[in-house]
């Protein structure tokens, strides 16, 4: 966590006061939203849906929510920075600003932010002339991120004028290995692997 407070944003490796390749995300913790950042969106889509989640929640505690949110973002981040922007009665606000030292860095903060959300998944196969994606119910969402097994069939394709169905194994959790099978209903072997790896690397 930050150590001092400063008048402005920095980025600890390039110096930039502004959005640079570095920044992960900023968030207002006044006023508790994102501002920027490459998790923006993702971040602010989650927010949302975690307010929404708690709309009739009295004993919702929002501040401890998103600060919640925050740490996962810490968790992932190289550096953070605090810092005020002063504004007009009422509109000061204090800042957090997250940064990544490299660009695989970034990629990698940005793909485990989402395994933690929920994500589509996606793998290809046949020099990507097979593309598959894949979203898991809410059910089986949480079954994976307590580590538990989930299978699922996909929603199947088309190669060559042939129907394949595709299914999924994700084992070990969002931590583990995923593979992907598919055949034919023709003789319903399913065994052939188009695609097998880390769970990790099949984030959209
Ligand atoms: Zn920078």
């Not at 009295?58 to 929510?65: M, N, Q, V």
């Not at 002063?86 to 606000?93: D, L, V």
């Not at 932010?113 to 598959?132: C, G, H, M, T, Y």
């Not at 992907?180 to 692997?193: F, L, M, N, T």
Request: hydrophobic share 35%; proline share 2%; glycine share 10%.
């Amino acid at each position: 966590m930050p150590s001092e407070d400063n008048e402005s944003a920095q980025c600890p490796y390039c110096g930039s006061d502004s959005e640079c390749e570095h920044l992960l995300l900023c968030a207002d913790t006044t006023f508790r939203r994102a501002s920027s950042g490459a998790l923006f969106e993702a971040f602010d889509e989650k927010w949302g849906s975690i307010l929404r989640a708690h709309e009739d929640d009295a004993h919702f505690d929002e501040r401890t929510a998103f600060e919640g949110l925050l740490e996962i973002v810490d968790t992932l981040a190289n550096a953070s920075h605090e810092f005020v922007i002063e504004g007009g009665p009422g509109m000061t606000s204090a800042y957090l600003a997250f940064y990544v030292a490299t660009n695989r860095k970034m990629r990698s903060a940005c793909k485990q932010f989402s395994l933690r959300n929920k994500p589509v998944f996606q793998v290809a196969w046949a020099d990507d002339e097979i593309v598959l994606e894949l979203s898991l119910s809410d059910r089986n969402w949480t079954k994976l991120t307590r580590g538990e097994r989930v299978s699922v069939r996909g929603k199947g394709y088309c190669h060559e004028g042939e129907f394949f169905w595709d299914y999924w194994d994700f084992i070990g959790g969002t931590d583990g290995e995923l593979v992907v099978r598919y055949g034919s209903p023709k003789d319903g072997d399913y065994s052939a692997r188009g695609f097998a790896g880390k769970t990790f690397g099949a984030v959209k």
